[in-house]
């Protein structure tokens, strides 16, 4: 959202004398639609600034999302805290689906944006006036997926709103989708942290990138296999794992970033650079690319992991909890 204003020069105007009545009224008729040097007739004082509108879409040759997500500075915390207040969107004339997938520690566009048609877009704009700030102790679940970009445009003014198909499903606005990073911009409506949405948003976002790929939507994100897992599957899972622990709903959440692997780490390598509490770490299943190992303290779990198999056979922590 970029805005830039154009300054016009203060008119110019005669220091005043005094002058006889009737040659002062004479001269005030005179005056009157003359050209006082500002330009405008008749105007004693310059115009108002206007505000000059770039087209963002057009500056970018009609390509509403970037190739990839621009990456946040390392010592970045905004981006992962609580936003303070809704963002202030502007209308939502276009707007274009983007999917994104991990690979190696970039999200990297999967396929072409897909337009959105009538009635996807009403429910988006609908779904974007209900963006609030994120609550601390949402809900989260562990699973794969793709992050998802719906790029708004009002008179070529691009908004960018980043949503993980992912754990938490946050929500991450940006005003310039190709240079400026989701969840750390304040410019344009834009709001720093993390925001939460409707749960019909990504089922939208879903239904519409699925469309445009041909189905293949729902499969791997973060380069690992067997990320076409549901939300509910997702849910029971996640459910199962938690209930283990001793301390049980108390479990602190955490997701993983997206490293890929050396190709030879196994799974009992990459469970142990996450044993803290200094336990005994055991893996309890493997199948289809997907792993879950616990940490045992004095006979209690106190992590329990979720791996996955990258494609190069390496294996990486996705996600887990923690007492």
Request: charged share 20%; hydrophobic share 40%.
């Amino acid at each position: 959202m970029k805005t830039t204003s154009r300054l016009v020069p203060a008119a110019f105007r005669k220091t005043p004398v005094l002058l006889a009545p009737a040659l002062t009224l004479v001269l005030a008729l005179g005056a009157c639609g003359s050209d006082d040097g500002s330009g405008e007739a008749g105007s004693g004082s310059a115009p108002a600034a206007t505000p000059e509108v770039v087209d963002e879409l057009a500056a970018q040759e009609g390509e509403p999302c970037p190739a990839s997500l621009p990456e946040p500075p390392a010592d970045a915390t905004a981006q992962s805290e609580p936003a303070a207040a809704s963002p202030e969107l502007g209308a939502v004339e276009e707007a274009w689906v983007c999917r994104y997938d991990a690979a190696g520690e970039e999200w990297q566009r999967y396929g072409g944006p897909q337009p959105v048609d009538g009635e996807a877009l009403a429910a988006f704009e609908r779904d974007l006036a209900a963006l609030e700030p994120a609550e601390s102790d949402r809900s989260c679940t562990m699973e794969l997926g793709p992050r998802w970009m719906l790029v708004t445009a009002d008179a070529g003014d691009l908004t960018g709103v980043v949503v993980d198909g992912f754990g938490c499903r946050e929500v991450r606005v940006t005003s310039l989708p190709g240079e400026r990073v989701a969840g750390l911009d304040d410019e344009g409506g834009a709001v720093p942290g993390v925001l939460q949405a409707p749960a019909s948003l990504l089922e939208t976002l879903r239904a519409v990138g699925e469309a445009g790929l041909g189905g293949q939507a729902g499969q791997g994100g973060q380069g690992g296999q067997g990320g076409g897992e549901d939300d509910g599957a997702a849910a029971a899972r996640w459910k199962a794992m938690t209930e283990r622990l001793g301390c049980g709903p108390n479990a602190s959440v955490f997701m993983n970033d997206s490293v890929t692997p050396d190709a030879g780490t196994t799974p009992e390598e990459a469970a142990a650079a996450w044993n803290r509490p200094g336990g005994e770490v055991a893996i309890d299943s493997r199948h289809d690319g997907r792993a879950e190992a616990s940490v045992t303290v004095d006979g209690e779990v106190v992590v329990v992991l979720a791996l996955v198999q990258h494609p190069n056979g390496g294996w990486s922590v996705e996600g887990g909890a923690e007492c």
